[in-house]
């Protein structure tokens, strides 16, 4: 019997024309296999490990890509109130999430950086809040921000400036009418600063009572002085600081720039005014919690602020300092016991670091943490910077996948999952080398240069020859002719062009060279008698993992002589996750000369969406179970869905009304997934939005 299949594959061989290459033997492999997704040529040498051909068909491992474990410290985020205002409370704290933060700075205020601060608590994150000396609102960055983002969301003016209102920023005028100039930082000239002047005993006490309702009300973790100090150098000659400075050190404030001695005496009795506050409010966060006390300041080295960040480092419990060298970062927390962490900007990773190399960004966050730094404070928008996917563990549906495998796991590289077995390399040639040794022998072995392209092509043929694929350099490697001596291998195939040195070096090794001008693998196929059923097609750009950045898509309807545009943000959710959030701003405006009366706007959302947190410039809103007429809760809505009424008396003519709140999805969707927000609306009288078409998808796997 075994004699006449023996004779029967003999008789294949002859049949087929083409001289086929002979497969290569593998030994034992785990039962799953694990690459990190730091270079590609990890990915491109596994997958021969994890998938190969045999004369009795196909070997196939499950094979995951996985993130890099990145030593970051403790991950911090910082949440600006803008980033509150565009994504909402929940969305923000879920994306942070994914990227393991364990606690969130808040440098903002109102409903939305409480309901931040109770959503925090739930999920077991630590929740701060900054408490300033800037004036309320009026930062001209956010109002920029803002007018931008509406005035490109095409809607009227009237509309635009009842979102300002609604979101707590109005014309520049009435802010400035808000504040007393009197507490203002000032300028020789007397010209009014930007900020608070922290010697004015009235901004004192304003500032710590600030920080009171931040532990009472808000139920903060810790508080974060910020923007405390004073704006410059140029600062401060108000009335406050002129009579202090003289009480104080006996000189006039005018005569600080007639010796140096008096300008250095000011800048001492500046720095003296700035730590005063700093060490009143630690025992407020003493006393009233006790929370902790953070302090966030710019370079530690620069005092023009007032900020002596080594008196100040060992009052805080911990600071927060901006991005500096690793050299001075250790400096910087050399000068205290407390933790010192560095703030990271999307601007700081895209445009110092560079938006490309995202290995020099994660080689800076690992470099000022083994320089000293507790971690890291990453501002929101470095979620939507390249460097965001390499701090991100294993997505949702990485580790339950690897939770049913079960079974043995191999990581190869720097995998951030606890495997059984793992095989690590100082660089990619010697990678691909460890990894061929899990061959018992191959007569041969796939050559490919430094081409992820080409290490595509590469690593199917190797798949299907069930041999290993090695990498070249302009030389060919120590660690790659190692392997091919271990391997016994006969001849290599060249995947594409490689250096002529590099073919020079194989040659002198006695190898016999195969150019693969790209049939190779279907004349190996057809040469076995097999021709491909199916084609996978890919491309060599898909690297970047980066989250999308949200966008809002705008909706607009006339019903009757009422114009009703819907701002929904952001119109893709990601996929797997339950909680998301969808932002609605809805804004009724009266086209008519006359005034419309009992204008109701109705709504049935769907079951399995919670509206929360609604806020209308007029009018009243209800927000129920549409069937029992409760008050609409997680339980209920799950089950029923929400019912959305939003009653105003009137609505003169060119006047818009407004209302805001979110949309919870309380259940995870699928990748793909489309879902209507809006089922149906029974409405009786006045308008209903024909928003069939309000729908949320989902983004990314
Ligand atoms: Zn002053």
Not at 510 to 531: H, Q, T, V
Request: glycine share 6%; charged share 25%.
């Amino acid at each position: 019997m075994k004699l006449l299949i023996v004779f029967l594959m003999a008789a294949l061989l002859v049949a087929s024309s083409e001289a086929q290459l002979e497969r290569g033997v593998k030994g034992s492999v785990e039962d799953a296999v694990l690459v990190s997704a730091d270079d590609w040529h990890g990915p491109v040498a596994a997958t021969p490990l994890a998938i190969w051909s045999n004369d009795n068909g196909t070997v196939k491992q499950p094979l995951l890509i996985l993130p890099k474990e990145v030593s970051s410290g403790n991950r911090l985020g910082w949440v600006e109130q803008t980033d509150l205002d565009r994504y909402g409370a929940v969305a923000v704290l879920r994306t942070l999430e994914a990227g393991n933060i364990t606690a969130i700075i808040v440098h903002g205020s109102g409903d939305l950086a409480k309901s931040l601060v109770e959503t925090a608590h739930k999920d077991g994150i630590k929740a701060y809040i900054t408490a300033t000396l800037e004036l309320p609102d009026n930062s001209n960055l956010k109002t920029d921000d803002i007018m931008h983002l509406t005035q490109t969301s095409n809607v009227t003016s009237a509309a635009q400036s009842a979102f300002l209102g609604e979101i707590g920023l109005s014309a520049p005028s009435q802010n400035e009418s808000n504040v007393d100039p009197k507490r203002l930082q000032k300028q020789s000239d007397q010209e009014n600063g930007s900020y608070f002047c922290p010697v004015n005993p009235d901004v004192r006490d304003g500032l710590y009572n600030n920080i009171e309702k931040l532990i009472e009300d808000y139920k903060v973790d810790g508080v974060v002085l910020y923007n405390f100090g004073f704006q410059d150098e140029n600062y401060c000659f108000c009335d406050f600081c002129k009579e202090k400075f003289y009480k104080d050190t006996g000189i006039d404030l005018t005569k600080i720039y007639s010796s140096s001695y008096n300008l250095e005496r000011w800048k001492q009795w500046k720095q003296e005014q700035v730590l005063d506050v700093v060490r009143e409010a630690k025992n407020i966060t003493t006393d009233l919690g006790p929370v902790k006390l953070g302090v966030a300041i710019g370079n530690p080295f620069d005092r023009s602020q007032g900020y002596n960040y080594a008196d100040i480092s060992k009052i805080a419990d911990f600071t927060v300092i901006s991005p500096v060298t690793a050299a001075d970062v250790k400096l910087a927390s050399g000068m205290t016991d407390r933790p010192v962490y560095v703030r990271l900007s999307d601007d700081y990773v895209e445009y110092t670091l560079s938006a490309q190399n995202v290995e020099g960004a994660v080689k800076y966050i690992e470099d000022v943490t083994s320089a000293g730094a507790a971690g890291l404070a990453y501002e929101y928008n470095v979620v939507y910077t390249p460097l965001w996917s390499e701090l991100e563990p294993p997505s949702n549906s990485a580790k339950w996948l690897l939770e049913q495998l079960g079974g043995r796991t191999l990581g190869l590289g720097n995998v951030s999952w606890k495997c059984d077995s793992n095989i690590k390399a100082n660089n990619p040639y010697e990678l691909a080398e460890k990894i061929s040794e899990r061959w018992k022998s191959s007569p041969g072995a796939v050559i490919v240069g430094d081409n992820y392209t080409l290490g595509l092509k590469a690593s199917t043929l190797a798949s299907y020859l069930n041999w290993p694929v090695l990498f070249t350099g302009k030389d060919l490697p120590r660690e790659t002719g190692s392997a091919l001596k271990n391997l016994g291998a006969k001849e290599v195939v060249i995947e594409g062009e490689i250096s002529g040195n590099a073919r020079s070096n194989l040659s002198q090794m006695n190898l016999s060279l195969i150019d693969d001008s790209g049939d190779l693998l279907l004349r190996e196929m057809k040469a076995r008698g097999f021709s491909p059923n199916s084609v996978v097609l890919t491309n060599s750009h898909d690297l970047s993992l980066l989250p999308p950045i949200p966008k809002p898509e705008f909706k607009r309807a006339k019903v009757g002589d009422i114009l009703v545009d819907i701002d929904i943000n952001p119109a893709k959710i990601p996929a797997e996750r339950a909680g998301e959030i969808v932002r609605l701003n809805i804004t009724l405006t009266n086209a008519n000369t006359d005034v419309a009366k009992d204008v109701q706007l109705v709504d049935l959302f769907p079951s399995g969406k919670l509206l929360r947190w609604p806020k209308a410039s007029i009018g009243e809103v209800n927000i129920t179970d549409p069937y029992t007429g409760e008050e609409s809760k997680p339980l209920n809505a799950f089950m029923d869905g929400s019912l959305l009424f939003w009653n105003l008396d009137k609505l003169e003519p060119d006047k818009t009304a407004s209302l805001a709140m979110e949309v919870e999805i309380l259940y995870p969707m699928d990748a793909g997934w489309v879902q209507r927000l809006i089922v149906e609306s029974p409405s009786r009288t006045a308008i209903w939005n024909r928003m069939s078409l309000l729908s949320v998808r989902t983004t990314g796997p």
